[in-house]
């Protein structure tokens, strides 16, 4: 059974660097040919992809958020983080990190169970 959970800080003051990680049970992140992705829900909004790192360790983004993103992964521990910097009032939203054999969460077919990250002063 693959598990996937988030982690990190619930409240980012706008301007930081919001940084989540997420922590890989059930199968190793190097399997091929998954991509380990971060996707996000805005309060009243639909699902967003923000990027996604690959088994290989290749890092894929949404061109709306590639210049403030970062994916990282360590395979030694089985997680993978996201950084995204200078954020702002419209990066509050709940993420989620996934499983798929592809972008997006269409691909996706294991979920972590999300975690609400608030942007606020």
């Known amino acids: 059974q693959v598990q996937l959970q988030e982690s990190g800080p619930g409240l980012v003051k706008p301007s930081q660097t919001l940084s989540l990680t997420c922590a890989v049970s059930g199968d190793s992140i190097t399997t091929s040919y998954y991509y380990w992705s971060w996707i996000r829900q805005p309060p009243g909004k639909g699902l967003e992809w923000v990027g996604a790192?690959?088994?290989?360790?290749?890092?894929y983004y949404s061109p709306s958020l590639k210049s403030r993103t970062s994916i990282s992964s360590d395979t030694s521990r089985s997680q993978f983080t996201l950084q995204l910097t200078s954020v702002t009032f419209e990066d509050t939203a709940i993420y989620y990190c996934?499983?798929?054999?592809?972008?997006?969460?269409?691909?996706?077919?294991?979920w972590g169970q999300g975690t609400q990250v608030t942007v606020s002063s």
């Open positions: 790192i690959s088994y290989t360790g290749s890092a």
């Open positions: 996934a499983r798929g054999m592809g972008w997006g969460a269409q691909a996706a077919d294991y």
